[in-house]
């Protein structure tokens, strides 16, 4: 190093840093030997924090504000040296710039699908994503645990790890939230809250603070979506045959579009094939061959009904009738134990549901006091 150099080096007393980039989190001033002059000016900007290290221990942490960086402001620092006014100062530290601005439009979601257990469905796989935002809210504490020596710090260097606590948080919250899968879309902002409240603990420990967590979206597997686009068309519907009747007359009322072409064609067909009919029946007046009976089509056996059981805040199921019947009788169903099943109001006593309280009439009952 040239003695120009070395004038210019003594002579800068000015520690400053102004951050250019959107992911840096802690930034170091370098001088020349870690020298820093006696008297020298240290800036701290507003959303900044300057933590000074001497000989690996931390010596004190600046607000924003402009420091004088003497004796006389500086307690901690004169219990761990003695400052001298010459050129040769041993006041050889470091400083390092902490940003305590918030990090925001982070991503996070999910690498595998979550299974957790449906009220409706019974056990789904759910996949989630959203953004959240990290700030650092103790800065002493931010670098002894995670940025150590490392002269620039980035906020990729520890994005994995967030995004590993979120997701672990995430799945934890969702299986012990009891809310249907229909239902979270609906409570995705108090869905955020939870999962923040639970993952600061975690990172507080980083000497880090999470403001903000969003989920953006929450969705099922491509055929259970599938399966509910289906239900939800057959609802739209509504009575099948109006439907059907609805879609016909409306194709004939537009015969220039392609349903009403279709439409006019077929009931072209229609008609000749009932002229063809009758022109077989043979003459004028005499009693057409009765046709042949066509066989009927049965109809579709009835649905049996399936049942859902909660004990102690757990839902199991579903079973059938015949299930409960066996439960009833082993001890595992009780007439106080409550159920549910689609289309009824909520749970109910096993007792109060007219079908299942059948269950318990066939066992004996309790013997008489002696």
């Known amino acids: 190093m040239g003695i120009l150099d070395f004038l210019t080096g003594e002579f800068v007393d000015v520690i400053h840093w102004t951050d250019d980039t959107r992911d840096t989190m802690v930034w170091r001033f370098e001088r020349e030997g870690h020298e820093i002059k006696y008297g020298a000016k240290l800036t701290v900007r507003e959303g900044q924090a300057a933590v000074m290290v001497h000989e690996g221990q931390l010596a004190d942490v600046f607000a924003p504000g402009l420091y004088m960086l003497e004796t006389n402001n500086m307690p901690i620092m004169t219990t761990l040296q003695y400052w001298d006014h010459g050129f040769e100062s041993p006041f050889k530290s470091e400083i390092y710039y902490v940003n305590t601005t918030r990090f925001t439009d982070l991503k996070w979601g999910t690498k595998n699908p979550i299974i957790c257990r449906d009220p409706e469905f019974g056990p789904v796989r759910i996949r989630a994503y959203g953004t959240y935002e990290i700030k650092v809210s103790d800065p002493a504490k931010f670098l002894s645990e995670v940025v150590g020596t490392d002269g620039e710090f980035t906020m990729d260097e520890i994005s994995y790890q967030i995004r590993n606590i979120i997701t672990t948080q995430f799945s934890a919250a969702i299986a012990n939230s009891g809310i249907p899968v229909l239902d979270m879309a609906a409570n995705t902002i108090d869905l955020g809250k ?44 509504g009575d099948l045959d109006q439907f059907m009747k609805y879609s016909a007359a409306e194709a004939m009322s537009n015969p220039d579009s392609a349903a009403g072409g279709s439409m006019a064609a077929g009931m072209g067909a229609g008609m000749g094939m009932a002229m063809a009919q009758q022109m077989n029946q043979g003459p004028w007046g005499q009693r057409p061959v009765a046709a042949q009976p066509t066989a009927m089509t049965p109809p579709p056996p009835p649905v049996e009904k399936v049942w859902h059981t909660a004990v102690n805040g757990e839902t199991k199921g579903p079973f059938s009738r015949a299930s409960l019947g066996r439960m009833a009788a082993d001890g595992s169903l009780s007439r106080e134990t409550h159920v549910w099943t689609a289309g009824q109001d909520g749970w109910k006593r096993a007792v109060d549901v007219m079908e299942l309280a059948q269950l318990f009439t066939v066992m004996p009952p309790p013997p008489p006091a002696a």
């Open 194 to 237: 939870l999962l923040a409240s639970k993952i600061a603990p975690a990172l507080a420990e980083f000497g880090l603070s999470i403001p903000n967590l969003y989920i953006e979206n929450i969705s099922l597997p491509p055929k259970v979506e599938e399966a509910l686009d289906k239900r939800t068309s057959m609802g739209l519907a």
